[in-house]
C-alpha cells in the first residue's frame, strides 16, 4: 500500500503538521512579551505556522478561528515596526554622535558621513554602504550599537590609511599614461576611471606580487579606497597638467563598474565620474 493511501502514514503526517503548528503558535506567544526585540522571530514563526496551517487536514471552522488568531498578530506588526524605527533611530543617532557623525535620511535609507545604511527590518539587519548605495562594505544586526562599531572600524580603514598626496597624484599619471598607451589614445584623451584603477593597483604592488604574483603577496585596493584617495587628494597638478574627474553622463551610470562616486564633503555629498584625464595648465 502506497504511503498516500496509508492511514498510519497519513495520521503521522498530519500529526507531525499539528505538532509544528503548535510549536511554532506557542513560539509566537512567548516572543510576543517582548515584541520589539523578536519581531524578525515573530515574522520567521508565523510564516512556519501558516504554512502548517496550509498543508494541515483540520476542520475548516477551526482552521478559520487558528488563522483568525494570526491575522490579528499581524495587525499588530505595522506598530510594533514603527516602535522600532523611532527606537533605533533615537539610539543609533546617539551612538553617532560619539563618533562626531550626524544621522540623516529616512527610512529604509539612513545616512551619516560618506555611508548609507540600508535597514532591513524583515530580516533585522543594516547593510552599510559606502557612498548613496555604491559599495557594500558589511552587515550588521539591527542593534545601534553593532551598527556604529562596525562602522567605526570601517570608517578607520578607509581614512586612517597613510596618504602622499605627491605620490599617490605621480602615479595616477603613470597609470594615465598606461592606459593611454593600452588604448591607443594620446595625452589629454579621457581615459574610463576603471582602466586607470587597474593600472593604478599594479603600480602599487610590492616586488615580491611582481616576482610571484600570488594571492598572498597582492596588496588589496579597491573602489572605495581610490575614490577617498581621490577625495583627499588637493594638489591635483604635475608637470604642467592637471587631473580632471569628467563627471559621468547618463550613458556611463548604467553600469556600476563604469563610474565611481566621490565624496565632495564628510556630509556625504559627492559626484559620479566615469573618466579621468590630464590637461595642460598654463604656466
Same mark, same amino acid.
Request: proline content about 3%.
Given at each position: 500500500?502506497?504511503?498516500?493511501?496509508?492511514?498510519?502514514?497519513?495520521? /503521522?503526517?498530519?500529526?507531525?503538521?499539528?505538532?509544528?503548528?503548535?510549536?511554532?503558535?506557542?513560539?509566537?506567544?512567548?516572543?510576543?512579551?517582548?515584541?520589539?526585540?523578536?519581531?524578525?522571530?515573530?515574522?520567521?514563526?508565523?510564516?512556519?505556522?501558516?504554512?502548517?496551517?496550509?498543508?494541515?487536514?483540520?476542520?475548516?471552522?477551526?482552521?478559520?478561528?487558528?488563522?483568525?488568531?494570526?491575522?490579528?498578530?499581524?495587525?499588530?506588526?505595522?506598530?510594533?515596526?514603527?516602535?522600532?524605527?523611532?527606537?533605533?533611530?533615537?539610539?543609533?543617532?546617539?551612538?553617532?554622535?560619539?563618533?562626531?557623525?550626524?544621522?540623516?535620511?529616512?527610512?529604509?535609507?539612513?545616512?551619516?558621513?560618506?555611508?548609507?545604511?540600508?535597514?532591513?527590518?524583515?530580516?533585522?539587519?543594516?547593510?552599510?554602504?559606502?557612498?548613496?548605495?555604491?559599495?557594500?562594505?558589511?552587515?550588521?544586526?539591527?542593534?545601534?550599537?553593532?551598527?556604529?562599531?562596525?562602522?567605526?572600524?570601517?570608517?578607520?580603514?578607509?581614512?586612517?590609511?597613510?596618504?602622499?598626496?605627491?605620490?599617490?597624484?605621480?602615479?595616477?599619471? %603613470?597609470?594615465?599614461?598606461? /592606459?593611454?598607451?593600452?588604448?591607443?589614445?594620446?595625452?589629454?584623451?579621457?581615459?574610463?576611471? /576603471?582602466?586607470?584603477?587597474? %593600472?593604478?593597483?599594479?603600480?602599487?604592488?610590492?616586488?615580491?606580487?611582481?616576482?610571484?604574483?600570488?594571492?598572498?603577496?597582492?596588496?588589496?585596493?579597491?573602489?572605495?579606497?581610490?575614490?577617498?584617495?581621490?577625495?583627499?587628494?588637493?594638489?591635483?597638478?604635475?608637470?604642467?597638467?592637471?587631473?580632471?574627474?569628467?563627471?559621468?553622463?547618463?550613458?556611463?551610470?548604467?553600469?556600476?563598474?563604469?563610474?565611481?562616486?566621490?565624496?565632495?564633503? %564628510?556630509?556625504?555629498?559627492?559626484?559620479?565620474? /566615469?573618466?579621468?584625464?590630464?590637461?595642460?595648465?598654463?604656466?
Amino acid at each position: 500500500m502506497e504511503s498516500q493511501d496509508n492511514p498510519v502514514a497519513l495520521l /503521522s503526517k498530519e500529526g507531525t503538521t499539528i505538532r509544528n503548528l503548535l510549536k511554532s503558535l506557542k513560539t509566537i506567544e512567548k516572543l510576543q512579551k517582548d515584541p520589539i526585540n523578536n519581531l524578525h522571530k515573530i515574522k520567521q514563526e508565523m510564516g512556519k505556522a501558516e504554512k502548517a496551517l496550509e498543508s494541515s487536514k483540520l476542520e475548516e471552522s477551526f482552521k478559520n478561528k487558528i488563522e483568525q488568531h494570526i491575522n490579528d498578530i499581524r495587525s499588530k506588526i505595522a506598530a510594533w515596526e514603527e516602535e522600532i524605527k523611532d527606537k533605533f533611530g533615537i539610539n543609533l543617532e546617539n551612538e553617532l554622535k560619539k563618533m562626531g557623525f550626524e544621522l540623516a535620511g529616512h527610512y529604509p535609507l539612513l545616512k551619516t558621513s560618506f555611508y548609507t545604511l540600508q535597514v532591513d527590518l524583515d530580516n533585522f539587519k543594516v547593510i552599510i554602504w559606502y557612498g548613496p548605495q555604491q559599495e557594500r562594505l558589511d552587515v550588521a544586526r539591527l542593534v545601534p550599537a553593532e551598527v556604529v562599531n562596525k562602522l567605526r572600524k570601517i570608517h578607520e580603514s578607509i581614512t586612517q590609511r597613510p596618504f602622499d598626496s605627491k605620490g599617490f597624484l605621480s602615479k595616477i599619471y %603613470e597609470a594615465y599614461k598606461a /592606459s593611454l598607451y593600452r588604448l591607443g589614445k594620446e595625452m589629454g584623451d579621457q581615459v574610463p576611471i /576603471s582602466d586607470v584603477l587597474l %593600472e593604478y593597483v599594479l603600480l602599487i604592488q610590492d616586488k615580491k606580487f611582481r616576482v610571484n604574483p600570488v594571492k598572498r603577496n597582492y596588496r588589496e585596493y579597491g573602489r572605495v579606497f581610490f575614490s577617498y584617495d581621490l577625495y583627499r587628494l588637493k594638489d591635483r597638478i604635475i608637470d604642467n597638467k592637471e587631473l580632471d574627474l569628467i563627471i559621468a553622463t547618463r550613458a556611463y551610470t548604467k553600469h556600476w563598474y563604469d563610474f565611481l562616486w566621490i565624496p565632495s564633503n %564628510e556630509k556625504g555629498e559627492g559626484i559620479y565620474i /566615469s573618466h579621468v584625464k590630464f590637461r595642460e595648465v598654463k604656466a
